[in-house]
Structure formats: C-alpha cells, structure tokens
C-alpha cells in the first residue's frame, strides 16, 4: 500500500496518546537505478542522489526519535551486479564513511554494520571497524548498515554457530529457543525492526531481515530512494501509528 503523507506520527500520539513512534525501522533503500533512468543518466547518478537521501534520513531519524534505523544498502545478491556498478557502490561507500563519520559522532550516532564484510576490501573493512569503534559509545541512535547482507545467509551461519555450541558440550539442544537463537544472528542485542519500509514501489523483502521481520509492520511507498525525504519518513511513522498490533492475540 502507498503512504498517506497529510498527518505526522507525533500528530497522532498526541491525538489518541499513545506512545506511537516505532523504536526501530529498518529500510530498503530501492530505486537508485530507475531515478538515473527517468533522467537519461547512468546508474551511478542515482546512487551517488541515494547517498543524499541517506543522509536526509538519519536527520529524520534523530529529529523523529526512531533510536534503531537499518539501512539496506547492499545485499548479498548485490555482487551479481556487473564488475562497475558494485565498484561504483563500494567508492560511494567508501567515500561516505570518510566523510560523514566524523558529523555521525557529533550527533551522537552508533554505526554498527552486518553483514558478510569479509567480501569487502581490506581497507574498507578497516574503514568499517574504525567507524564501529570512534561511534560505540553514542547514544542518539543506532545506526545499522547493512552491507553483503543476505538474510538466508545469517541464518545459517547462526545455525552453525548452535551446533557447534552444542558439539563443544557448551549448549543444551533443549535449551535452545528463539531468544538464545535469536543472539546469534547479526542482529544479536538489536530489537527487531518494528516497521520495515520499502521504496519504489516494490513489494518484497529480498532477503532482508527474515528472522527479525516476523512481526514487523510493512509499509511499501513509490518514491524512489532518491526522492526520499523527511516527509516520507514522518509519512511512513504516521502510516505505522495507524496499524493494529496484534502479534497474534485476540483484537483489542
Ligand atoms: C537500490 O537501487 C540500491 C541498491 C540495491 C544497491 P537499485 O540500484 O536497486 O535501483 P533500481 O531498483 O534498479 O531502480
Ligand atoms: C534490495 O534491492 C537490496 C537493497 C536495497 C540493498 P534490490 O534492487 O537488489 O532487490 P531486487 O533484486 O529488486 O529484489
Ligand atoms: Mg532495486
């Protein structure tokens, strides 16, 4: 469905007084390729607007009191882009960590990154860490990037990580359950995404957040990631404080 953008979710809160403003939303940042196409440029062109879009939302973010933002910025499915684009994507990445961590601390954000980040140069990675470990203290808002992220893959990878667990004799099968599970992902202490939003009008969730998204709320917008503003970020928080939040009881 496609977001209303006429009341703001603090307009609400203060209507029906309830404590409406999701604490985490995770975003698939879509439509890069098709704004550079409406436009006659190349692909790059829209990546290098989605960084712009980037930086508008995590103001929003903060301005909105969201303390979790996840950004889906690269996906493990990604890599089969050609050789240029990924190169493209990388350098822009590159270029914005170096850039922007330095205004990230002073805002009080906490960069965290998950994903397969041993796929990325060295250099990058190092980038990566240093950024991790100048921001891990902030308080504002946690701001998750992720990057070579393939749901299916986490989860895999935390399967393994129980079995070997349980091999070394250091965990009951019995004891395992969805909250022990639930640590060993990429995720581990981050509380699942309350609202997952994607741009472009696509209606999917392309391997993001699989586990974590069992009772996200889904908020699909046609704006391309490019155009993305303030407005429909405060759109999508006043979209969620319209829905009911069941998590499989009865209606209230
Ligand atoms: C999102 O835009 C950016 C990434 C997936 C890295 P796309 O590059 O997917 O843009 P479209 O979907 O082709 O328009
Ligand atoms: C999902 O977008 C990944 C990111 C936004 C980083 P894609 O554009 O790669 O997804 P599909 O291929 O349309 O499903
Ligand atoms: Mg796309």
Do not use: C
Not at 150 to 166: D, K, M, N, S, Y
Not at 170 to 190: C, M, N, V, W
């Amino acid at each position: 469905m496609v977001i209303a953008q006429t009341q703001t979710a603090a307009d609400l809160a203060q209507t029906d007084g309830s404590a409406s403003v999701p604490s985490h939303v995770a975003i698939i940042m879509d439509g890069n390729g098709r704004w550079a196409k409406a436009r006659g440029l190349p692909r790059v062109a829209g990546h290098r607007a989605g960084v712009q879009a980037v930086r508008r939302t995590i103001e929003a973010a903060i301005k909105h009191h969201v303390g979790w933002l996840t950004l889906y910025a690269f996906s493990s499915e990604n890599w089969r882009r050609p050789a240029a684009e990924v190169s493209d994507l990388t350098g822009l990445l590159r270029r914005f960590i170096k850039s922007e961590l330095a205004e990230l601390d002073a805002n009080g954000v906490r960069l965290m990154v998950i994903g397969d980040r041993g796929r990325f140069d060295a250099d990058l990675q190092a980038e990566l860490a240093r950024a991790e470990a100048t921001t891990r203290n902030n308080t504002n808002l946690t701001l998750i990037v992720a990057l070579s992220y393939g749901a299916r893959a986490e989860i895999v990878t935390a399967v393994q990580a129980a079995l070997a667990e349980i091999t070394a004799g250091r965990l009951d099968i019995a004891s395992l359950d969805e909250a022990s599970f639930g640590r060993l992902l990429s995720t581990g202490d981050i509380p699942d995404p309350d609202v997952i939003l994607r741009t472009s009008g696509e209606q999917r969730l392309s391997n993001f957040l699989l586990w974590q998204s069992a009772y996200a709320e889904l908020v699909f917008t046609d704006v391309l990631w490019p155009d993305f503003t303030e407005e429909h970020f405060a759109a999508a928080l006043a979209e969620y404080a319209r829905r009911e939040r069941r998590f499989g009881a009865r209606p209230g």
